[in-house]
């Protein structure tokens, strides 16, 4: 689950550590009396979205202006002006793609007064079963280009959930960041501040670009990049408060009120796969018989027949899907189930895009007799391969 940069920022701010002053607006009204609480002159007018690369976006309507969704403004005017032309209207980044986002929310801040950018992140490092953090000195640009071009510019560090923070780890990043004096001290307060929030909030990332110098010598979280681990969430019902359900892919959404797992994508054969190993090995192979695949569906290993049916839903409700392959390994999870909730949601939802069903496992003989005197256009499948074969074929022919 992500969160938005203001969001991040009262996060920030319960752990004492250091960012902008700023406050969340809606309307360009509300911009305006934002910007009258703060000091001034000067301030940041942000598109709030959950995609990074906001500054160097662009708007698709005209009447949104050309300076992308990270503007400063040098007058309350300009404030709401700038207010006025970002909300409601769309923002497309180097991360959402051409669609882009629609802008329902702003995060005005104060102006600060930059000396260096600097580059800071923790996440989970799945390899070491550790928080890693990652340094650089090259703030204000996509770490991607940053390690492709100049790797030697990336210090890694990672903490032992053992012993976890201490002041050498602090230290460490300082001097990796080119830090003297007493913003070494701020820096590792700051370290161990970052380590308790993300460890305390069961976080799987933490992005801040830039993480500033002031001119007057003071570190500052000038952004904040917040993703959460979603298995952790019934521990943290604060963080659940903050989702933004209108950030979200409406389908992504229902899937989880199902407990299904279920990523969009871009192709055209929908997919139901229970296990993550088997839905990832038949997107390939879907590939590999020269389709793609519409998402990513995993409806676990004991899904009751009403799951199975609410899992066709969501397939069926992305109008880009032109044929489901269903590809089920039946351990906990028997066939002859599989096979109806399969017939009840073609029955009641009216399929009329071709439906290739694989079933092996527990009960796989029920499942298939079931399926072949349903009297329901089916077309089953002996094994992974004829299954990417047959969907494929099938969709070729009612296209």
């Not at 933004?244 to 229902?254: L, S």
Request: negative net charge.
């Amino acid at each position: 689950m992500n969160i938005h940069e203001y969001q991040a920022k009262e996060l920030y701010r319960q752990y004492g550590i250091p960012t902008g002053q700023g406050f969340p607006a809606f309307t360009a009204d509300e911009a305006v009396a934002a910007a009258k609480k703060l000091p001034g002159p000067v301030w940041v007018v942000k598109s709030q979205i959950h995609a990074g690369g906001r500054g160097k976006g662009t708007f698709k309507e005209k009447a949104a202006g050309e300076k992308g969704g990270v503007r400063i403004a040098k007058s309350i005017d300009e404030v709401k002006e700038f207010a006025g032309q970002m909300l409601g209207n769309t923002l497309v980044t180097i991360q959402t793609g051409p669609a882009g986002r629609v802008v329902n929310r702003l995060y005005v801040e104060d102006g600060s007064a930059i000396d260096r950018e600097l580059y800071l992140s923790a996440l989970v490092d799945r390899e070491t079963a550790r928080v890693a953090f990652i340094a650089s000195t090259e703030g204000g640009m996509d770490i991607e280009k940053v390690a492709h071009e100049t790797p030697e510019k990336i210090m890694t560090m990672s903490i032992d959930p053992a012993s976890g923070y201490q002041p050498f780890h602090g230290r460490k990043i300082a001097f990796a960041l080119g830090l003297k004096g007493d913003l070494v001290k701020q820096c590792s307060k700051l370290i161990e501040a970052l380590y308790k929030m993300v460890v305390e909030k069961d976080m799987s990332l933490l992005e801040i670009n830039p993480l500033v110098v002031t001119k007057d010598g003071n570190l500052i979280c000038l952004d904040g990049k917040m993703n959460f681990d979603s298995n952790a969430l019934y521990r943290h019902p604060e963080i659940v408060a903050m989702r933004d359900e209108g950030e979200e892919d409406p389908m992504e959404i229902e899937a989880s009120k199902h407990d299904l797992s279920y990523v969009k994508l871009d192709g055209t054969i929908g997919c139901m796969v229970n296990g993550a190993g088997l839905a990832m090995a038949t997107m390939d192979i879907i590939k590999l018989y020269g389709a793609e695949p519409a998402n990513f569906l995993d409806v676990g290993g004991g899904a009751s027949k009403e799951k199975v049916q609410a899992a066709f839903k969501i397939i069926l409700s992305d109008p880009a899907v032109k044929g489901i392959l269903v590809n089920i390994f039946g351990g906990i999870m028997r066939c002859d189930i599989i096979a109806e909730g399969v017939i009840a949601a073609a029955r009641e939802m009216d399929i009329t895009v071709p439906l290739v069903v694989r079933l092996e496992g527990t009960n796989v003989e029920l499942g298939k007799k079931i399926l072949a005197e349903s009297g329901l256009k089916i077309v089953p499948a002996d094994d992974l391969a004829d299954a990417a074969a047959k969907i494929t074929s099938e969709v070729k022919k009612a296209a």
